[in-house]
């Protein structure tokens, strides 16, 4: 194989305690005297990444991106941009990152490719103008795509980290994402030094060093979301590092918004078939590790289990929210395993105040760990995701609007609905003032096939497809999830296609299958004038 | 967990050899003489089969399935429809069978629910007509859905085996499936032991009975495709074996055709690719462990590699097909792991004229690990499959005509698509004289999404998807893969599209999107007159 692999580093005992000691001293997160040295400005730095270059980021859910270097980066694209010199380079990610990255250097008509997740609204309109090429690509699949070589050469890498210790290694920062295999693949390697991020996230990671390339690849020794199985720290080869940056800025940290109605009511849903479950003897009450995706409805639904009297429970899951402090604090979760965090700024306080008891229970993994599919399915997770929509039939739209417009991307969906114990996915049943209609006679993108749909969930209820063909996952997603003003119309479709479909096993009218979608494109809503 | 666990057997030791004494005794396959006194005929062990039962019975690609019991029972539902009494069952597989099992049941309308793949004309016919459910499950998830009761109980399981040990222990047939799962999760047994079936089988399967239900799942451990970590017999409670039937019947044994022209060319458009790959460096000439669907294609390419000089190869894959037996006569393969054989006629002779050859080559292990994600992704396989169409975005339908009609399933493509190193989807670049193209604007149901395909192949040439945004991908799949006479008209309909489309990310018009399969469904061709 041709691709890089790390060498391992001559690695200095710790000093006792080993944690950072935040002190007046200048360089405090900088232990390592040698590479002090490449200390420099972010302008310097930038000015190391060239046009048409690779350059893969740190940062994950708004956490852990660098801060400084991408807008410096965007000043001189701009500059270029002046003197009519084009500069666009390619920027691979962990997942989404903030406006001072994704926003900066889109704004500036910086990238000519992003991969993978995203949700930055200038990233989003250049994408859709079809201007910028996105690749949106299953969270599990970014760092083994690069290892293979499938990227092609990764020339950069800009990583934000916590600091640096004496011998080299680095202390992650809020987020992991696929910062192990940026730091072991780039040929060139930019530090960002944040003192912003808690000294407490020393400890925190558990890096796992065990990956390799086929046909050397060996069983991954984790069987329970707390289990440790790699080192706190992520090493680096340090005649690569060419840059060193100093900050001081916050995370994006978005504000919590409390669930409203209709979140309250799909988690209300979901937590009663939970019940069900183990008065069948599928569960026991401790669950099985839960996935939880991001928002509104994942919030109510963590809240709706701790309010449901849950105890000891654990997340494998990509991040950790507001909502799962609260739950590590109350007992609900006893632990959470993620690969970046997600906190408003009223978390982080909490966090950072009571940063001892946090930091015994929640792990933070690379996200080729958090989102593998062997440890998805070992664990037999609980995969709980939103949609956009889906059809009577449980294909599961995640990413596109009218079957065109890419929204986010599909994120680590499709990790944990194709190897989890059950998948899940939810939205409110209609969107935009009743205009949209979460349920669809067809999805006009598939991003999570009939074959991985288990349970679909909306305020109006919860359709269990699971043992059911087509024609009877219909009527179960029909009655059970669809909004009242849509049923009708759905019901119609499909016994018209039933009637009339060229087979009947999934029976749909072709002619008819998307004209919702069209209407909505042409009139503003998808339901008939 | 309510689910019954499999109660370990007092094993006796083996007499030395162990391997079957083909004599002329009567019973000589039957060497448990507590078990003998279960023998029946077809007709009594059908008898114990009741309406409304869920019946798993083996059998995988026309391998292994019972021969006499379901004929018996489908004998017992026609005279019972005679006197007015409807009698259905639920039926549960390995994967497709045979006229005496599928077809049997499906003319006396006896099925009321099938799941997974299947492939028998009658059975298609029954589900089209939408008087048949059918359940299209990946094939890795069947036994584990089974465990955690998400089809409900088993109650009988009919099960082919090559013979009973002494000690009760069971010699598997030509196809392992759902075998060991059957066994143990059924309420009631009904063994088929079957003569026909080569007493050289013996030893060459590979039973793993080290799964459990989630929390308490162990890594896999295997970590190479000719690895034996489980044993060679099935175990089964004697006490719910409620009937043996003796057979002497031969398992499907379709003929085999040599590759047609279209055929070898994506054969060798795939060969091309493999070579460049090694030239980069990004395979070895041992390649990884091979995938390879069954069929013309597959079968070309097999040949293919044998002409090209490979030696030393592995596969890793669901079935033993004739062209593997003489790659592996060749040396092109070294071993194969697979869960069935799917021999022609004389594939079955020259495997019973070099039994020692083949069996110490080849292995036969439960489908839930032939096909299990953990193992595809560690083992790095190249995954190739066939296909029904390919859209321009590299969605891939492997199941339904024009979205509606089943033709077969998607069989374990998922499995290996999701997970592979390399995930190739081949097909003609049109089927019946034009009249449908392989490359369509909007596939018309997906079971591969864009996420998971990264090499599409028709005998036109191979568009390499693998870094690449939906645009880029949309030019790659038109200029290599279209059929010339389509070629303009998907050109025509993506360069409208990118003008018009709502989003730019992936172009698409609406209301003609499914245009080329409707017009198909009503003209007959998707070429407009």
């Known amino acids: 194989m041709s691709r890089r ?16 000691n935040i002190g007046i001293q200048m ?11 490449r200390l420099m400005t972010a302008e310097q730095a930038a000015s190391l990444i060239e046009p048409g270059m690779t350059v893969a980021m740190s940062g994950f859910t708004g956490a852990g991106y660098p801060k400084a270097v991408p807008q410096a980066l965007a000043a001189r694209m701009e500059q270029s941009a002046a003197s009519g010199r084009g500069f666009k380079i390619k920027v691979l990610t962990g997942a989404s990152t903030a406006p001072e990255l994704d926003g900066a250097l889109a704004r500036v008509e910086g990238m000519e490719l992003r991969l993978p997740y995203q949700s930055d609204p200038n990233v989003r309109e250049r994408i859709n103008a079809g201007t910028l090429n996105y690749i949106d690509i299953h969270l599990s699949h970014v760092a083994q795509h690069t290892w293979f070589g499938f990227f092609g050469d990764i020339n950069v890498a800009v990583v934000e980290v916590a600091g640096i210790l004496e011998d080299g290694r680095l202390i992650p920062s809020s987020s992991v994402g696929n910062n192990k295999t940026w730091l072991d693949q780039a ?12 000294a407490a996230l020393e400890g925190m990671h558990d890096i796992y060093y065990g990956t390799a390339l086929p046909p050397n690849r060996k069983p991954i020794p984790l069987t329970l979301p707390d289990q440790r199985i790699g080192e706190p720290y992520l090493r680096v080869d340090p005649d690569r590092i060419v840059a060193i940056v100093e900050t001081d800025a916050p ?4 504000a919590f918004s409390p669930p ?8 209300g849903h979901l937590l009663d078939f939970l ?3 183990i008065r069948r003897g599928r569960l026991t009450d401790k669950l099985l590790p839960l996935q939880s995706g991001v928002g509104n409805i994942a919030n109510a639904v963590l809240a709706g289990l701790s309010q449901g009297g849950y105890q000891g429970l654990t997340a494998y899951t990509e991040v950790i929210q507001d909502g799962m402090l609260e739950l590590l604090k109350n007992g609900t979760l006893r632990m959470a395993s993620a690969t970046s965090f997600s906190l408003s700024p009223a978390g982080i306080e909490e966090f950072n105040a009571h940063v001892e008891f946090y930091s015994k229970r929640i792990l933070l993994r690379p996200q080729e760990i958090s989102n593998h599919p062997e440890l998805i399915r070992r664990l037999g997770c609980i995969a709980m995701n939103g949609m956009i929509e889906a059809d009577i039939y449980g294909n599961v739209n995640s990413t596109h609007i009218a079957g065109s417009r890419i929204m986010n991307g599909i994120g680590g969906s499709g990790d944990f609905a194709r190897n989890g114990y059950l998948s899940v996915f939810m939205s409110p049943s209609i969107a935009k003032q009743g205009k949209i209609s979460g349920i669809v006679p067809m999805a006009s993108h598939v991003d999570h096939t009939e074959h991985d749909t288990m349970v679909v969930v909306t305020e109006q209820g919860l359709a ?3 043992g059911l063909a087509p024609k009877q996952r219909a009527k179960q997603i029909i009655e059970h999830c669809a909004h009242p003003d849509y049923r ?3 019901q119609d479709y499909y016994d018209r296609a039933f009637r009339d479909s060229y087979g009947k096993h999934t029976p749909h009218l072709l002619n008819e299958a998307l004209s919702w979608h069209q209407r909505f494109v042409e009139t503003g809503t998808m339901m008939p004038g």
């Open 187 to 198: 040929d060139k390697v930019i530090l960002e030094v944040n003192r912003w991020q808690p």
């Open 275 to 277: 019940g069900q479950e």
């Open 464 to 466: 269990d497809l699971r």
């Open 27 to 37: 360089h405090d997160r900088i232990r390592s005297s040698a590479l002090l040295e």
């Open 260 to 267: 409203d109605e209709a979140s309250r009511q799909i988690a």
């Open 5 to 20: 692999r790390a060498r391992p580093l001559k690695v200095q005992p710790l000093e006792s305690g080993g944690h950072l």
């Open 488 to 490: 009708p119309l759905l």
């Open 251 to 254: 995370d994006r940290n978005s």
